[in-house]
């Protein structure tokens, strides 16, 4: 659990931010193969509370409050260079920053003064928001009755650790909310029942609330939000999207790294005159196009973050709730598929040798494979095409 006693800079602008975020990926950097190897057998405490002591817990909380509110071109930067190094740490505050921004929008002026004065110090939200059981991950059989909170949660990315989960739950009248717990509430059980392919070090294990008493003041209707046109989605996507360019990136590092300092020529290579890895021409090919394709999701990401810096929070129509969620979407999309392609590549480019555990350049394609199937990527290239073909407008009010 965040440390009470933490002490947190509180940063004050977008420049700052990015250079928290260049600093966290340098502390965390030296044990990302062991937290990879290591799961859910070791809580990775020493890398979040270099970024839980970092200030970026707080960047996006509105400057009225203290916060620095930056553009979400900063936040997606920030978070793809966090992802570059480990975007299983980088994963870890996804929903705290959709939180905040559930907050800023439909939040009480309690709610933010007291939850936001709380991040500014370091406290960070995990999120209880998926199920099982039912016909999709939202179908929700978790409920506020009478003030006691119940139900069992899954993929509880960040709740292990938090000092607050956010928690999706149906109220009395059947009307969906979020409560904020306290993560240390007694009746709060976070397991870490987390054996996956990638993503280990997330511990992303199962959550179970048994009779959880919940302050009606940290209730918010959640409801509201999905009622109108919003950009909550599209900026909860955006972060998905900076972790999967994050990864391409990482991959591609690490193929240029092994490339310059181990890899060996192969024999064809040799016969047809190379002296190393590097003068391969069909290395020379397939590490540029998988550069260029890399570049191009970097701007993608990039784009898609200052369309919605330009839409803002709260979209003026449907219409402009769509191009902000269908941009991230793109960038989503089109970041997963080649954050996949390039840690594969990798050892193509690279050869037998660094499929070595010891290198645990596996890492990569495992990180990028699990967290790209978060959300069907079909889906995003569907309502792309639905909207450019006919003008159709992806659903909730336009956002996807």
């Not at 059980?189 to 993503?199: A, I």
């Not at 280990?200 to 209730?219: K, Y």
């Not at 898609?304 to 979209?315: K, N, S, V, Y």
């Not at 392609?341 to 596996?362: I, N």
Request: glycine share 8%.
């Amino acid at each position: 659990m965040a440390s009470s006693a933490l002490t947190v800079p509180v940063l004050a602008d977008d420049a700052s931010a990015l250079a928290a975020a260049h600093a966290v990926a340098e502390a965390i950097a030296p044990g990302v193969v062991a937290r990879d190897r290591a799961g859910a057998d070791a809580v990775p405490r020493d890398a979040l509370a270099a970024l839980d002591g970092s200030g970026l817990l707080g960047v996006t909380v509105p400057r009225a409050h203290g916060g620095a509110e930056v553009a979400m071109a900063t936040l997606a930067e920030a978070v793809r260079v966090v992802a570059a190094v480990d975007p299983a740490i980088a994963q870890v505050p996804q929903a705290h920053f959709l939180f905040l921004d559930v907050l800023r929008v439909w939040g009480t002026e309690a709610q933010r003064a007291r939850l936001f004065g709380e991040v500014l110090a370091g406290a960070r939200i995990g999120n209880a928001l998926a199920e099982r059981g039912g016909q999709h991950a939202q179908d929700l059989k978790t409920r506020v009755t009478g003030g006691v909170l119940a139900g069992t949660k899954y993929y509880c990315t960040g709740a292990l650790t938090a000092r607050w989960i956010a928690v999706s739950a149906l109220d009395d009248d059947g009307r969906l909310v979020a409560a904020f717990v306290a993560r240390d509430t007694p009746g709060v059980t976070v397991d870490t029942d987390w054996d996956v392919l990638g993503q280990r070090a997330t511990i992303s294990g199962t959550t179970t609330f048994a009779d959880v008493p919940v302050d009606p003041a940290l209730l918010v209707d959640y409801a509201r939000a999905y009622e109108v046109p919003q950009q909550l989605g599209a900026r909860a996507q955006l972060v998905h999207a900076a972790i999967e360019v994050g990864i391409a990136g990482g991959a591609l590092r690490d193929a240029r790294a092994y490339l310059r300092e181990k890899a060996r020529p192969s024999t064809e290579a040799v016969r047809a005159g190379a002296d190393a890895a590097v003068d391969d021409p069909h290395v020379l090919h397939r590490y540029g196009r998988a550069a260029a394709r890399v570049g191009a999701a970097e701007a993608l990401l990039a784009d898609a973050a200052r369309t919605l810096d330009a839409i803002g929070l709260e979209p003026a129509d449907a219409d402009a709730a769509a191009r902000g969620s269908l941009a991230v979407a793109a960038a989503k999309a089109f970041g997963s598929e080649v954050a996949v392609d390039t840690a594969s590549e990798l050892f193509q480019l690279c050869g037998t040798s660094s499929t070595a555990g010891k290198y645990d350049l596996d890492r990569h394609w495992r990180n990028a494979r699990t967290h790209s199937v978060h959300d069907p990527l079909d889906w995003k290239y569907h309502h792309l095409a639905a909207y450019a073909l006919a003008d159709v407008l992806p659903p909730n009010h336009g956002q996807l």
